[in-house]
């Protein structure tokens, strides 16, 4: 077996037992047969209670208030870029990052009717239409392509309008009822989407960590020099960044605060010192999490 294969069985080994006791409750941003309900099971397992939830907002508040044990919330995807929402929700929540996890996106035709042939309208998120474009054109170039909230929502006018498909995932297929007709039909075979474990604790170190921060200096609408004073430490110290985004404080116009993924876990040297030297820099600091990379 691959080691990803090993891994998913250890997996499920691990959330059936756990569930034997009482089984985990995780949030995630819903409805049902979502990609980040498959990101949930790929994660936890199918035997822990996945809660779907209206917003990311929702599914902080849920676990900030103890109804979900964790969250599964999307952070990015490679060609879309970063979820804002999810980045805007730390400078108030006092949740940490306890993990990520990669899910590679593969978008199929889903539907009950018979063939290509027969199928009038698809329904699905205007990403997902996008993210297919190519393949629609060529094969089903007269059908309507409809727009929708979401690819659930898209399913579940596939189940039960007569000539309507749905673009969506396996996950989707078995929620909903329906046979996956075309599979892989998205334009890129790269497409992913990263996603974080949310939760009220901070981990101890895996051997093989990410560590995201929070940051803002004393004066952020100071220029380049003020960037330069965030990444030194970093720099001095060999310590890796390996994404960086900047959001509105909240606080007053034109001041921002700074996401970085730093390489290693924030306990653990070289980057427990360029953290050290960092927070005597910065009037906001705060780790948001140091957890275990991500594994295909």
């Given at each position: 077996l691959r080691d990803e294969?090993?891994?998913?069985?250890?997996?499920?080994?691990?959330?059936?037992?756990?569930?034997?006791?009482?089984?985990?409750?995780?949030?995630?941003?819903?409805?049902?047969?979502?990609?980040?309900?498959?990101?949930?099971?790929?994660?936890?397992?199918?035997?822990?209670?996945?809660?779907?939830?209206?917003?990311?907002?929702?599914?902080?508040?849920?676990?900030?208030?103890?109804v979900a044990d964790f969250g599964v919330v999307p952070i990015e995807n490679s060609t879309e870029g970063t979820v804002n929402n999810t980045l805007d929700m730390f400078l108030t929540s006092p949740l940490k990052i306890g993990g990520e996890i990669e899910l590679r996106i593969e978008q199929h035709l889903l539907g009950t009717v018979e063939s290509l042939e027969k199928i009038e309208r698809v329904c699905a998120h205007e990403q997902a239409l996008a993210q297919c474009r190519g393949w629609l054109r060529e094969y089903l170039p007269h059908v309507d392509l409809?727009?929708?909230?979401?690819?659930?929502?898209?399913?579940?006018?596939?189940?039960?309008?007569?000539?309507t498909a749905a673009i969506g995932s396996d996950t989707?297929?078995?929620?909903?009822?329906?046979?996956?007709?075309?599979?892989?039909?998205e334009d890129r075979a790269d497409n992913a989407t990263r996603f974080l474990v949310i939760g009220r604790e901070l981990l101890a170190s895996s051997g093989n960590d990410k560590t995201t921060i929070l940051v803002s200096t004393?004066?952020?609408?100071?220029?380049?020099?003020?960037?330069?004073?965030?990444?030194?430490?970093?720099?001095?110290?060999?310590?890796?960044?390996?994404?960086?985004?900047?959001?509105p404080s909240r606080r007053k116009n034109w001041d921002y605060v700074f996401?970085?993924?730093?390489?290693?876990?924030?306990?653990?040297?070289?980057?427990?010192?360029?953290?050290?030297?960092?927070?005597?820099?910065?009037?906001?600091?705060?780790?948001?999490?140091?957890?275990?990379?991500?594994?295909?």
């Open positions: 294969e090993i891994l998913r069985l250890f997996r499920e080994i691990m959330s059936a037992c756990l569930a034997q006791q009482e089984p985990l409750k995780v949030g995630f941003l819903g409805p049902e047969g979502t990609f980040t309900q498959a990101a949930v099971y790929k994660h936890f397992g199918h035997s822990v209670r996945a809660l779907p939830f209206g917003t990311i907002d929702e599914v902080f508040q849920e676990v900030e208030g103890g409809i727009g929708v909230s979401s690819n659930a929502v898209g399913a579940r006018r596939a189940r039960d309008e007569a000539g989707a297929a078995e929620v909903y009822d329906l046979r996956v007709m075309v599979t892989n039909i004393r004066d952020t609408a100071g220029g380049a020099g003020i960037l330069h004073a965030l990444l030194l430490p970093f720099a001095t110290h060999g310590v890796n960044i390996t994404r960086i985004e900047s959001r996401f970085l993924d730093l390489d290693g876990h924030a306990e653990q040297e070289p980057l427990a010192s360029a953290l050290a030297e960092l927070k005597e820099l910065s009037s906001l600091f705060r780790v948001l999490g140091a957890y275990p990379r991500a594994i295909a």
